[in-house]
T-cell receptor, first 114, second 112 residues
């Protein structure tokens, strides 16, 4: 299994809602990532987990809260988002020893904040 | 910090022609340079990567060249096919770090 699975594929939420994005991989990768991608732009790194510990937080607002329950799962909890947070949220994984090399991306969650 | 510039932003070619996309990086300590292909509705997919101790790498119709002195690297696609149509991103990073810096992307269209 060489896939990174993200759910849901699409999400519409209001600014007062709380929702979660989920990501799963079964490749034995020990590094997992959250990226944000705006239309016609490159992915921007948000968070990195290495061996289930948060190793990078790219100064992301606290309304985004990551969680890594185990080596196969990565969540992104969303609360009190703003319309400008609307974007494609991508999860990725890689073998821990090579950190950012050979990232496997999921297809993303297209988020719309109303 | 690292900055990666990518050109052109759009590229249209006829099926069977070659396509070349160029990137320039700023951090001389960068030593890993991957290329990702992103099709509509999908996440980026790694298509080829190169380390700084290698000048060129080829995989079937795809090749990447690296000029460390000039801090340039390029993606070459030969015998293009309509299924090559996608957005291509170059990227750069230092080995064994968590941060990959992406270029701005090139939208490649291959016309039959």
């Amino acid at each position: 299994d060489t896939e990174v699975t993200q759910t849901p594929k699409h999400l519409v939420m209001g600014m007062t809602n709380k929702k979660s994005l989920k990501c799963e991989q079964h490749m034995g990768h020990r590094a997992m990532y959250w990226y944000k991608q705006k239309a016609k732009k490159p992915p921007e790194l948000m968070f990195v987990y290495s061996y289930e510990k948060l190793s990078i937080n790219e100064s992301v607002p606290s309304r985004f809260s990551p969680e890594c329950p185990n080596s196969s799962l990565l969540n992104l909890h969303l609360h009190a988002l703003q319309p400008e947070d609307s974007a494609l949220y991508l999860c990725a994984s890689s073998q821990s020893g090579t950190k950012n090399e050979k990232l496997f991306f999921g297809s993303g969650t297209q988020l719309s904040v109303l | 910090g690292e900055n990666v510039e990518q050109h052109p932003s759009t590229l249209s070619v006829q099926e069977g022609d070659s396509a070349v996309i160029k990137c320039t990086y700023s951090d001389s300590a960068s030593n890993y340079f991957p290329w990702y292909k992103q099709e509509l509705g999908k996440g980026p997919q790694l298509i080829i990567d190169i380390r700084s101790n290698v000048g060129e790498k080829k995989d079937q119709r795809i090749a990447v060249t690296l000029n460390k002195t000039a801090k340039h690297f390029s993606l070459h696609i030969t015998e293009t096919q309509p299924e090559d149509s996608a957005v291509y991103f170059c990227a750069a990073s230092r080995y064994n770090t968590d941060k990959l810096i992406f270029g701005t992307g090139t939208r490649l269209q291959v016309f039959p």
